[in-house]
Each structure stands twice: as structure tokens, then as C-alpha cells.
């Protein structure tokens, strides 16, 4: 495969059709990373008719579930087995450090084991009690047909393997778009696909920008199902996009998550030194650019201020550098254009009131080419603030304050998002009470950032539509079907005749 031909139609690695490319820069150092094929319309068209042919002729639909889990089963041992060149192309592409690399593919590995031993346990069908003994009623699953899986920047290998995996398992065929800016470890992915022996036009690949590759593919009427992970403005395109053709469509688009502390986590020393490396995970975890990040803090007034100061003292000393350099904690925004957007928000902070305890400007020793920005607090925020209310994606964290429970409750619940939250208690009932109320759509308690493949993962609100992962995942990739057989047929005498 040559550095441009990026795009895999029907089982050939090609250029684009109109001979276009694109540089992916590294974060770090805005040099150029790679060179790759910059997909059209006529590319989307091209993988979707390779996908259609390999859903309506081809042996994946019909391969027996044994097999298909034995695939993924190989491709999960090949991710295994390249762990280390992985987990280095996601950190020199996305600019998050090495070890988040090693814990992204060591992550995807478990979800393409997991949906194996979906599969494999799944029975043939469920009966359904039609009431006679003269019926055979069951209600069986099958795959969708053609998907179109749009994955985004910040996790794209992550992301590619919660939609890959249980598409794959349920016996569809795709065309996986990945986001123009961090393309490669798609690519990889893709590859090993092709090495653990997927037929031929099963897998597709476009690489190229959202308008038009994505946006084609979410209208394309040879496309049963969309899911799409990204930001809401492009989610809401992409549901418009798909509604002429009815087809499904999974939406996952981010959030702005609530970090709720109670003064009574914060009780022992212990407590607090948790509470607080807690939130600096929370917030600053691969820059803030994680959909789930904890970037909003409402913390109990009595411990604000102690909080708040260690807080500042601690993201003030988070080291910043390249992802691959040794002792690095934290590493660049993925593009210039983010960094810009994080600066814009947190200039409309100080505008509107918002305190800065910590950063709130470009760092002074990382370099003066890569997207670098230090990790933000604002203090004394409020609720109308658009750095409160938007989902920045990028290393600020707010802070606001509470005095009572049913407080805590209505700001971490007064979003329009509802994708993940977390409540710091040592009252174990009262844990389960505000977890019970948060509407949101993982709730941590005494934790920050941990998922389970086995556990359903989105939102409520505008943080999407439908469930990645756990078994609502395979069933977003499935139709379910009711053959009901009459085994003693008869004449109904319904009409006279």
C-alpha cells in the first residue's frame, strides 16, 4: 500500500478516485505525519456498491456465527500482537501520550473479544408462546445490511472497534469513514481485518472529510444504518442526511459532564488527595478531549476553596510535551483550529466573570509549532456561561458550587447533555440517591472515566440516540424478525365462498 492509497474497496487498496490527498500533521510539532487519499463522492458511491454486493451475494451474512466469532477472535489476537506499533501510530496521530495508546488498543482487543463471546452465546432464536400447539413462533435476529460508521478524532481506533465489532458479529457489511484528521490507525485496523481473513468488500474504507464522504454516506439509499460519533452540530446533519431513507442511526455526540464532590469525600486526607487527582484525570485526560471528560466540577462550598487551590496547584505542574517523550502527561490539542476554540472559550469565560486559578494560555516551553495549551481552572463560574453550558473539548475545567444535595442534583442535571457524571461521597446512601437522579447515561460513584465493554455506553438528551457496547450495541447492528408457522394449516371459512 503506497502512502496515498488509503481507501479499501472490495478487498483493493486504492487512491482516491479524483487523485486528491491530504497531509495529517502531527499535533506535537505541526509537521507532516503521512499523506493520505482524500475520498469524494464517488468514492462513498464506490464502497457502498462493494459493501451492498458483499451483503446481498457475498458469504458474510451466511457465515456461520462459529466463524465469524472465530474472526474476531484473530483480529483481536492480532491487535495483541501489534500493540506497541499501534499504540505509537495513535499517539504520534492524535498526539495523546504512549501509554493512553497502549490502553486504547488493549481496549479495543476486549471489545472485539467481548462480542465473540456475545455471539457465540446467543441461542438461535426466542420462542414465543403463541398459545397452540399447532404453532412454531420465534423471533430471530438478523444483521441490518449495509452500515456506515462515521468514528471521530480524538478516539479513533476507540471508537472504530465500538462499531466495528458488533457489526461484524452481527453479520453486516460497512464502510467505515474515519475523521480526516487522525485517519492512520484506521487504516491499521483495517488492514488487520484483511489479515484475519474477512472477505473481500465486508470491510470498507473512505478516508476523506465529513462533507462530502460522511455526509454522502448518511444519504445514500444503499446504506441501511448509520452510526456516526462526533460533535452535535454534525450529528444533527447526519440525522437529517438519513431521514429521506428511514434508514437506523445511532448518534453519539458528546456532553458536558458533571464532577459532583460532597465535603464528606474530602473528610480524611486520603479522601481528599483522591477527590482531587480524580478530577485533574476527570478533566485533563488526553487534554480534555475526551466526550466523557469531567470538565464541569460542582464541589460542596465548605471545601471549595482548599479544594479549588490544590486543584490549580497540581494542573499547574502537569507536564506537557510530546506523547512519545518520556515523563509527558499530557499532550496537544489535535489541531491548530481546536486549540483556537479552546482559547475563544475561555476568553468568553473571563469576559463574563470566571476566575483563572490555573493556565489559561499557551504554554512557554513545549515548542512554538505544536497545538500545545495548558490545563485551565476557572473558578466562580455560573451556569449561564457558554464555557459551562458547551462542551469546549479541550483541558478547562469549571468550577461551580453547592450547599445542599438537591442543589448538587439540579446543576449536574442542568445540561442539555446527558452523557456521564459522577458524584464523590462517603454516605453511601447518598450516593445511590443523587446517582439514582443524575440523568446522564453512565454514572460513577467515587470514580472518574472507567467503562466496561459489557456495560451499554451514551447518553440522554442531545448527548445522542441509541447504545454503544453491552448487548444493546449488537442489537443496534441486528432486525428482529417473527416467523410464526402454522403446523396444522386448515380453512379459516373466514367468507362464505
Known amino acids: 500500500m503506497s502512502e496515498q492509497q488509503t481507501l479499501h474497496i472490495a478487498g483493493t487498496w486504492r487512491s482516491a478516485a479524483a487523485g486528491t490527498s491530504r497531509e495529517v500533521l502531527d499535533p506535537a510539532d505541526a509537521t507532516v505525519l503521512a499523506v493520505v487519499a482524500e475520498g469524494g463522492v464517488a468514492d462513498a458511491d464506490a464502497a457502498v456498491a462493494a459493501a451492498r454486493s458483499a451483503f446481498d451475494g457475498g458469504p458474510w451474512p451466511r457465515t456461520p456465527v462459529a466463524e465469524r466469532v472465530a474472526l474476531l477472535r484473530r483480529t483481536a489476537d492480532l491487535l495483541e500482537r501489534d500493540r506497541e506499533r499501534i499504540a505509537l501510530v495513535e499517539s504520534r496521530d492524535t498526539g495523546k501520550t504512549l501509554e493512553e495508546g497502549r490502553i486504547d488498543v488493549d481496549c479495543v482487543a476486549a471489545a472485539f473479544r467481548y462480542y465473540a463471546g456475545l455471539a457465540a452465546a446467543e441461542s438461535a432464536g426466542r420462542v414465543v408462546d403463541a398459545g397452540s400447539p399447532d404453532v412454531h413462533s420465534i423471533v430471530v ?103 429521506d431513507t428511514v434508514k437506523k442511526v445511532a448518534l453519539e455526540l458528546g456532553g458536558k459532564n458533571p ?163 459522577a458524584v464523590w461521597t462517603a454516605d453511601q446512601g447518598r450516593a445511590r440517591r443523587v446517582a439514582d437522579r443524575l440523568r446522564h447515561g453512565t454514572v460513577w460513584i467515587n470514580d472518574f472515566h472507567p467503562y466496561l465493554p459489557q456495560a451499554e455506553w451514551g447518553g440522554f438528551g442531545k448527548s445522542g440516540v441509541g447504545r454503544e457496547l453491552g448487548p444493546t450495541g449488537l442489537a443496534e447492528y441486528r432486525e428482529s424478525k417473527h416467523v410464526y408457522q402454522n403446523l396444522a394449516p386448515r380453512p379459516v371459512r373466514w367468507f362464505a365462498g
Not at 441490518?144 to 457489526?167: D, E, F, H, M, R
Not at 464532577?259 to 486526607?269: E, R, S
Not at 486520603?270 to 478533566?283: I, K
Open 141 to 243: 435476529h438478523e444483521p441490518v445490511g449495509v452500515c456506515a460508521l462515521i468514528t471521530p478524532w480524538n478516539y479513533p481506533l476507540l471508537q472504530a472497534s465500538w462499531k466495528v465489532a458488533p457489526a461484524l458479529a452481527a453479520g453486516n457489511t460497512f464502510v467505515l469513514k474515519p475523521s480526516e484528521i487522525t485517519p492512520l490507525s484506521t487504516v491499521v485496523l483495517v488492514e488487520l481485518l484483511q489479515e484475519a481473513g474477512l472477505p473481500d468488500g465486508v470491510a470498507n474504507l473512505v478516508t476523506g472529510a465529513g462533507d462530502p464522504v460522511g455526509a454522502r454516506l448518511a444519504e445514500h439509499p444503499g446504506v441501511d444504518l448509520v452510526s456516526f460519533t462526533g460533535g452535535l452540530a454534525s450529528g444533527t446533519k447526519v440525522a437529517h442526511a438519513a431521514a
Open 259 to 421: 464532577n459532583v464532590v460532597f465535603a464528606d469525600a474530602c473528610a480524611t486526607p486520603e479522601g481528599f488527595d483522591t477527590a482531587v487527582d480524580q478530577a485533574l484525570n476527570a478533566a485533563f485526560l488526553h487534554s480534555g478531549q475526551v466526550c466523557s471528560a469531567g470538565s464541569r466540577l460542582i464541589v460542596e462550598e465548605s471545601v471549595r476553596d482548599r479544594f479549588v487551590a490544590e486543584l490549580a496547584r497540581r494542573a499547574d505542574r502537569i507536564r506537557l510535551g510530546r506523547g512519545t517523550d518520556p515523563g509527558v502527561e499530557c499532550g496537544p490539542l489535535v489541531s491548530a483550529a481546536q486549540r483556537e476554540r479552546t482559547e475563544a472559550y475561555v476568553a468568553s469565560a473571563l469576559a463574563e466573570g470566571a476566575v483563572l486559578r490555573a493556565g489559561g494560555e499557551r504554554p512557554r516551553d513545549t515548542g512554538p509549532t505544536g497545538f500545545f495549551y495548558r490545563p485551565t481552572v476557572l473558578d466562580a463560574c455560573v451556569r449561564t456561561m457558554r464555557v459551562v453550558r458547551e462542551e469546549v473539548f479541550g483541558p478547562v475545567l469549571t468550577v461551580e458550587t453547592f450547599r445542599t444535595e438537591e442543589e448538587a442534583v439540579a446543576l449536574a442535571n442542568d445540561t442539555e447533555f446527558g452523557l456521564a457524571g
